[in-house]
């Protein structure tokens, strides 16, 4: 830590360190709540950080936006839920309480303040839907999509969505587009041509970026709160990386920030919020924390989460909690594209499978990606390699469901896939089951009997092996036309198909103990007066993925948490 008591090169009332939700949601926050002296930094050259890459969804049960849908809820529910989803877990019961009480007036201070609004999702259900006081929607909600020229010529500065979540790589969709169109259910061909009507027809946007103007998913749920700082004048300092903080008898009261080619010592007169991310591309923290395999290029998270945060903290004596764990989804490292893709929905529609490099599955492939992962890391070991695994699938699946970059058999034929992802092995093709095994690396015997098996499952509707489609959240991803169960189709019309699936993340869960108001705690439960903590470089509150939106509802909820405690607000 650095000790410093003079020459201070700026002065503010809040330092915010991170431009994700989190952040922004502390910065625009504490200006409302009376800090008027706001400053964010960010160590990229965009702002919104794995925010604004992810699909954008909160997990915040019993909000105003759900009560004015009509769904039928409550705290108590939702606390009975999570004691089974949590259970186990370290997480203190009081974060647990103060998460639940605080999350939906905090999207009800953000409704009524800023620009910020969100869409509650009818039918997206909680994530473990067989455990008491689940609901199967209601309880995450989406950001409203939003233009990016409301954020003037900063759109240039802005993180995209995910490409996976962009039409062609521009035309951006929300989560409730995105299942239609992946499923290709009734009214899909009606949505694609609109959005394509929109994006041609707006010629003036088109002389700007080929990217689509309307902004959906995790770049909406930025920009809009972006806008709201803009409209408060609140900066963001870009390509400016937090070095240190500054202590003064036990107090954080400064931080040192690369700026514009040197180092700024900045005084911070209420307090730092480090929302910063967590430590996914980081190797050596990921070998000295999380489970092997593990490597940062399978991380969907941003190139800048290095763990900066969580280092300071720890020479500051701060406890940690969680730190073995991370928000593991499988990914597609697709040859040629920076960032690995999420296999979330693929996997789960019908007419797939995915498996080891013995030919063997180990886990349901429509349950949450969550549990997927965590299934995967219970079954791998040196003599049972889980990682990488496969997925598996024939040319009816290619033809119906869009499978990564692959999209459909129509939208883009095999002849247009480019050799290096054969040659690379990220994907193969055969006539033959035993074929494809050969190609791929995995054991022919051991892949036959378990397509076998499979198609047998597809004729009686039930997985004997992992009770694939019996929940409802199985089944969201599920095509309805299949008979008798909608998560199990045969993978019987050659030519087949292998497409390697990583043990990947979109970052890491594992961080600095905090309490209620999101102070950082040290070891001897006392808390780091003036240093607040929220997102991934703080220890999860779900650290169990209880729903869509687990991570960001949680941070916009702590950055909310802690501007009310550095400005004694009450709400």
């Known amino acids: 830590m650095t000790e410093v008591r003079q020459n201070w090169d700026k002065s503010v009332d809040v330092l915010v360190v991170g431009s994700g939700n989190g952040g922004l949601t502390a910065a625009v926050s504490s200006y409302e709540m009376g800090s008027r002296n ?13 925010s604004s890459v992810s699909g954008g969804g909160i997990w915040v049960p019993c909000s105003d936006y759900a009560k004015a849908c009509g769904a039928e809820d409550s705290l108590e529910d939702a606390r009975e839920y999570l004691r089974h989803t949590l259970a186990g877990e370290d997480i203190p019961d009081e974060l647990i309480d103060n998460y639940l009480q605080n999350g939906p007036k905090m999207l009800r201070f953000l409704h009524d303040r800023t620009r910020v609004r969100y869409e509650s999702l009818e039918h997206y259900p909680d994530y473990y839907t067989n455990l008491p006081g689940a609901r199967e929607g209601h309880r995450s909600l989406e950001p409203s999509p939003i233009n990016a020229s409301e954020l003037g010529e900063d759109f240039r500065n802005l993180t995209y969505t995910h490409p996976m979540m962009r039409l062609f790589g521009l035309i951006h969709f929300t989560q409730v587009e995105a299942h239609c169109l992946m499923l290709r259910l009734p009214g899909w061909l009606k949505i694609v041509g609109k959005m394509l009507s929109d994006y041609v027809v707006d010629i003036p946007w088109r002389l700007k970026t080929r990217i689509s103007r309307r902004l959906c998913c995790g770049s909406a749920g930025v920009a809009r709160l972006w806008a709201s700082l803009k409209d408060r004048n609140i900066p963001i300092w870009l390509n400016s990386p937090l070095i240190d903080v500054i202590e003064e008898d036990g107090r954080v009261v400064g931080a040192v920030v690369a700026h514009e080619g040197r180092q700024q010592r900045i005084q911070v007169r209420q307090g730092v919020v480090l929302a910063a991310g967590g430590f996914e591309k ?26 900066d945060a969580l280092q300071i903290g720890l020479k500051l004596g701060a406890d940690t909690r969680l730190m073995n764990n991370a928000w593991w989804s499988t990914t597609l490292c697709v040859p040629g594209e920076d960032i690995p893709r999420l296999s979330i929905m693929e996997k789960s529609f019908p007419g797939s499978c995915v498996v080891n490099v013995k030919g063997q599955r180990f886990a349901n492939e429509s349950q949450n990606y969550m549990a997927f992962q965590k299934r995967l890391f219970e079954a791998h070991s040196d003599d049972n390699p889980c990682a990488p695994a496969y997925q598996v699938f024939d ?4 033809s119906n469901y869009m499978v990564g970059p692959l999209m459909t058999a129509s939208m883009r034929p095999d002849w247009t896939l480019p050799k290096a992802w054969f040659e690379q092995g990220f994907i193969a093709k055969a006539d033959t089951i035993p074929e494809l095994a050969e190609a791929m690396g995995i054991d022919p015997k051991g892949l036959q009997e378990t397509i076998d098996k499979m198609n047998g499952y597809a004729k009686s509707g039930v997985d004997e092996d992992f009770q694939r489609g019996e929940s409802a959240y199985d089944r969201y991803y599920a095509d309805p036309a299949i008979k008798p169960n909608p998560c199990l189709a045969p993978i019987d019309q050659p030519p087949y198909y292998a497409m390697r699936v990583d043990a990947g993340d979109f970052g890491t869960q594992g961080g600095l103990a905090t309490d209620v108001n999101a102070s950082v705690m040290r070891k001897d439960g006392s808390p780091i007066e003036g240093l607040y903590a929220i997102g991934n470089c703080s220890a999860a509150i779900l650290s169990t993925y209880p729903g869509p939106g687990s991570t960001l509802g949680p941070a916009m909820t702590m950055g909310y948490q802690a501007a009310k405690h550095m400005n004694s607000f009450q709400d």
């Not at 706001?38 to 794995?50: F, H, I, P, S, Y």
């Not at 040319?395 to 290619?398: E, I, L, S």
């Open 282 to 307: 980081n190797q050596q923290l990921r070998e000295q924390y999380l489970p092997a395999p593990t490597n940062t290029h399978w991380s969907a998270g941003a190139n800048t989460n290095t763990g």
């Open 395 to 398: 040319a009816r699946f290619r």
């Open 38 to 50: 706001v400053l964010v930094v960010e160590k990229a050259d965009k702002v919104g950080g794995t």
